[in-house]
């Protein structure tokens, strides 16, 4: 192995920089040359590579986004699309690929795999939603950008004794959801792993109201509903005036938290060293505590459950 | 004069607390009681008032939001509402009452001073929309704040190539707006004050991606539309296609920056002192680096005219 | 068991607050009574206990510090300590205690246990220094803290071409210097685990300089030596001038990450509930991602290992 | 005038490179050449320069420390030093110089200016020391940091019934240590501009202690002796232990604040604009809320004056 190469692909993530900086730097201590692709798949289609040196690293690792940019590519998608990216790594002499991104993106590395081609796995999203992996790049950096911003929330929601609705990303699943409702000791957690009731949700907002609590925080994860739809309904069938804020895009920005730098650091060095020593289409997790490299498969074959005991403590801890 | 009250009225804003805390511990200090009348107008009407102490007051001067909580009350604003509390400031002995809000707030607190009640007003308000002082109480926090955010947004607009939406506070005006995009390096800032075509926009947009500009922030005031609607337009005149994110009431809360939390003891200190001094229907404002004490009706009698070299800036520096 | 009690000792950590709220709340939730002791066992001793009620830790979740203060005791620590102890908590009608704090607390907590006294015991320490849980409450929002200040010093390292030292803490264990090591791509790390040479350090320091390096950082672990110290030492042995910055106690203070707060919460509930289930004489760990509860004494009887990949990666990243 | 250059000198501020910025697009929108001088005044002795594009100093305007580099210059300070940068100046054909830095580099500047070259100098020092400006660059953001710090210490301090000194920097002013000293509500604050006696700060101590304060927080200014020398004595005079923190070089790094970021927008746009409109040897400051432009001299013929009434405030306050 002589060249390898490293593309972002789907939505960036905090931690982005610290990987392609631990992929960069980890495959020239051992001795290979680096090319990054620029805008995902769509850039490797197009030949977007540049070559990625000490230098052109160095300082990124606290940076928020990704110096190699992202974007999704419908030509990849197509059937030919992937004997075209084929191509075009032969073309630039590449022996395997890092993919940093999210299930669909390692998908797409999968195809690669499936024709033959050397590819690796590392998990970066703010969604924390794959199998595989019990933290993906970015979660707990966006955990703490969240929790921030409700904090400011909480101080408004009590001095004007008020109900709000915070909506949070997760895609269909409520991992970011449940930790900064714990986190943030949140009345009330609504995620798409655990159905729920409106007329349930008004019946504990009536009795919390019954013991004195002035003011509620329910942290909503995007994939149950929309904050307008939620205040809609808690309208209609409670009459509750709930005020809303939707976070968005600012949960996927920002420097990497401690935890998600290193965490980044530890996989990318992974993913290259685990290259070298032979393994292929593989994805990098981190399993209670450890480095480990299950088959890139695992992120969309099994499917990882949400905490229960902490659905539970929502409950215990706000009373 | 022996005994004073504070309340705190309108939306919350960062270094209410300082202001509170100031009032009160420059009140005991001159050897005066302090009353603290919870939810603004509306605790005062209810006798909803507390002795505030040099303790009760300890710890809170970094704190977000207000101890005494703020509220908007219907009452007060009838004919009736002010010899009503007039009549509660008596049956607590109070000698002057200190309102800390926005200019609604001041509004209410004049009714008082017209039919004799002596009182003072303490700007606090994120939007920085009075007249009478170059800085109101939480201005200053609430623009790092959103700079933050545009911060993190531009992370993830720069790693997408994308088109940024960012709407933020103030109601009526454009300060909030115009100091966070040129701290923020934003490529474009509507405000109220300044009246924009959205062809125009779109045409500023199409000659920056000639350059080679692959992408853009707006930062847009409220006050102009939402963000929702200058999608819409964007999309509809120019085919532009806009992530928008609204900020919202995170805005409000947090710990005060440095310059709130001094701005608002400052302030504090200098509404009781001068209510001793034997001022009355004042506010305390902060103008060319020192402290005022204005007439009240300067906050609704003057406008503050949006600074029409930062406007050029925009242009200037976002090339 | 109808009333429990709670305390902090030892050094304070983010996220204590957390856990009182944690086990207060599980306790009432569960129908019990709960005490929380001032000082730790000094006010234990004095019997300075007040009742914690659901109110009394609302809002605490993110405070820094905590609420029920610490302090070391000496008198706890004489041998007739132990049995003033046991009087004043049967004085009290206590049936279990709850001690929040690192491994000097837990082995005052087992002379309780070892007389018979059913307790419990929650790791708070920013050192992260203690056998039977992979961490302790507050590590992770000091390396976020540590992160922060190291970043900030990056600015002036590389706008002024100049080595810098960071000093942090750990007491004897060089887990947050490692951790913050990585995390901030600093260069060099020097723990007590890993024994060096100071010729060796100027070895290193010379031949990055040669290969272009103009600016570098060294994270020292407080175990190793003083940043004071270690200046010298490189001034005599290689002529380097060092800038040195002891981070101190700020990297105790601050409001908890979202993972110490979802931490902390975790296990203060766990503790209460396993005390309820009968179990005694145990401390709450997080291993391998789940909750469990060893016996105390695992807290010094085992020795929590150096990640050695971790180690390698400094070396392998910073190059 | 064709084209212009500029460099950054002395120590290091949040915002310099906002300044940057600033400059040199505010030159390329009014149809001038760029050139950065790397290193100061030492750089440009060296033939340093790199041309200043738009894109050069895109994404920089949030970013801690200044993409210049800064250093200290001993051979430019020699008589004939000037004369040689004097030569390079003409060599690289420019016409106008702008120095961001302290008063040290002002009178560097001073001196190519008493010689014919044009100059201007814009304010960049967290000391906030330089007449002829309310505001330099980066005093805010500096303030804000130390906050941040003290507030975490805070947390400490009241857990465990401290005293605490806070050294902050400052170089001979007493500006950061008064505003952060107000902002966190410090009870006792030391500033070279008003001298103390420790047998009086014992004294207050003894009362504050008589009044039930279990923990109190003392703001150093650097300028009047070392954190280290205070303790000694508050030991040695009155038998009191303190822990110490010096906050050091993080005071000099991190993104600059909103405040600070508009500040070196405006001041770097003023500088431009006025060297076109052919002013010669003047400085940039900040009076007043506007933009003026004394000579350059003004920043050590006057003598910025500390705020008396703040330093009442400290008193007042903190009872």
């Known amino acids: 192995m002589k060249r390898i190469a490293v593309l972002t692909s789907g939505g960036d993530s905090p931690g982005m920089n610290a990987a392609i900086r631990a992929v960069t730097r980890t495959a020239i201590y051992r001795g290979l040359d680096v090319i990054g692709f620029r805008r995902g798949y769509e850039g490797l289609l197009d030949g977007d590579g540049i070559p990625l040196t000490k230098s052109s690293v160095g300082g990124i690792i606290l940076r928020g986004g990704t110096i190699l940019r992202t974007a999704r590519s419908e030509r990849f998608r197509r059937p030919e699309g992937v004997n075209e990216a084929y191509a075009r790594l032969k073309e ?13 993106s390692f998908r797409g590395a999968w195809r690669l795999h499936e024709i033959g081609f050397p590819v690796a796995g590392i998990p970066g999203t ?24 409700v904090q400011k929330l909480r101080d408004t929601a009590s001095s004007h004794d008020r109900l709000f609705i915070v909506e949070v990303m997760g895609r269909s699943a409520g991992f970011l959801a449940l930790e900064v ?4 000791g949140a009345e009330y957690v609504l995620v798409p792993e655990v159905p729920f009731k409106i007329e349930d949700l008004c019946e504990k907002l009536r009795y919390a109201r019954q013991r004195g609590k002035t003011h509620s925080m329910i942290i909503l994860a995007e994939g149950v509903m929309s904050a307008g739809e939620l205040a809609s309904q808690l309208k209609d069938t409670g009459g509750y005036e709930a005020r809303i804020t939707v976070l968005g895009h600012i949960q996927r920005g920002g420097a990497p938290s401690s935890f998600d730098a290193v965490l980044a650091s530890r996989m990318g060095a992974a993913a290259v060293n685990s290259l070298i020593e032979g393994q292929r289409g593989f994805m990098v997790g981190y399993v209670n505590g450890k480095i ?28």
Chains 1, 2, 3, 4 share one sequence.
Do not use: H, Q
């Open 92 to 104: 630039y002499d590449i022996d395997a690929l890092v993919v940093i991104g999210g299930d669909g």
């Open 292 to 319: 480990v490299t299950p088959p890139m498969s695992t992120a969309w074959e099994e499917k990882r459950p949400l905490n229960a005991e902490m659905m539970e403590l929502v409950d215990c801890l706000s009373i």
């Open 181 to 184: 409702g714990v986190a943030s």
């Open 126 to 149: 703010i969604d924390n939603d794959i199998a595989g992996t019990d933290y993906t790049i970015g979660f707990d950096t966006a955990c703490n950008t969240a929790l921030e911003a």
